[in-house]
């Protein structure tokens, strides 16, 4: 979450008549994250989140975004609802913006993730794959291999003066990535952004996922590699193998992972670190003027990558045996 697209109040309360959710009493920019405008408000009926959709969000992808979250709750996964205006459109235009109000959802995102929070988002992962499975629409993930080399060509000429070496690293990963990217596992919806911040708990318990820009249909344990690297590194960027096995044990006894999907793993990781990696080099080489927005830090990524480039099985991730 972010703020590019700042919103007047007077402009905001004339949208909000468009609703059913009272008036406005206050609202704040919400600033963590790098990709949309949101806003915290506070009306006379409640608290919600106001989302203007900005950069890699197209208009026509909204219907799957907002549509697939009513579909997970309906099955027991704990996500946002979409607020329908008056019209019954769960999304109109706002300071020239495709924007949409959800629900707020009770919790807070963990800091510094523990053992509990790795199980508890190994589980609702799961879980989410499998409600996911008779969801109708289909959207084909644009940030995958072929996006990856649109984002590297957007940043190859300036990537060596965030580190030396860097856009030689990135080239030669993305072809070795592209030659070798699995075609034969399970796919179905997926998150595919499911970093704490769009996870939120109270206490060690759960209370649902947000942020869904990014859902899309792909490889299932692609998701399950984002979310190794999100929740089981430590800040030295050092893998914690106890949080790992907490995190594929509890993804496992919802949905276990074939052999095929272990033995992909690996590959999976190095893909999910150069996607994060990419987008967050662009970011932080393209931060619009005047943004309250602070880029994550692509180097991050450049460690996670290189762990991932050595790892020589699933056990390496903590992982015994053929199933987790």
């Known amino acids: 979450m972010a703020v590019y697209t700042d919103v007047a109040a007077d402009e905001l309360a004339d949208f909000l008549k468009t609703y059913d959710i009272g008036e406005l009493l206050s609202y704040k920019g919400i600033a963590e994250g ?11 009926k409640g608290a919600y989140i106001l989302t203007l959709y900005e950069k890699r969000v197209a208009v026509d992808d909204l219907p799957y975004f907002l549509g697939l979250m009513a579909h997970l709750a309906e099955r027991g996964v704990s996500c946002p609802q979409p607020a329908r205006n008056r019209d019954g459109a769960v999304y109109s235009s706002l300071s020239g913006r495709p924007a949409a109000i959800i629900n707020f959802l009770e919790g807070m995102w963990p800091r510094k993730p523990n053992v509990m929070h790795c199980a508890g988002v190994g589980e609702a992962l799961a879980r989410m794959h499998l409600a996911g499975r008779d969801f109708p629409l289909v959207r084909k993930n644009p940030l995958s291999v072929s996006g990856w080399k649109s984002l590297f060509a957007q940043a190859a000429d300036r990537a060596d003066t965030v580190q030396a070496g860097l856009s030689a690293l990135l080239s030669t990963e993305l072809g070795h990535l592209e030659r070798s990217w699995p075609t034969h596992l399970p796919e179905g919806v997926i998150h595919a952004d499911l970093f704490p911040d769009n996870v939120f708990f109270l206490g060690d318990k759960l209370s649902g ?5 990014f859902s899309c249909n792909d490889i299932l344990a692609y998701d399950v590699a984002i979310c190794l690297n999100a929740w089981c590194f430590e800040a030295d960027h050092s893998l914690n193998v106890t949080k790992a096995r907490a995190f594929f044990n509890a993804y496992g006894r919802a949905r276990p992972l074939s052999d095929a999907e272990l033995q992909a793993l690996p590959l999976l990781a190095r893909g999910a670190a150069i996607r994060f990696l990419l987008t967050r080099l662009v970011d932080w080489l393209n931060v619009p003027p005047g943004a309250l927005v602070k880029p994550k830090d692509p180097l991050e990524y450049v460690r996670k990558l290189r762990f991932h480039q050595n790892v020589a099985s699933v056990r390496d991730y903590g992982i015994g045996g053929a199933a987790a």
Do not use: K, Q, Y
């Open 34 to 44: 790098v990709e949309n405008s949101n806003f915290l408000l506070h009306t006379t």
């Open 209 to 213: 996922l947000i942020d869904f820009p």
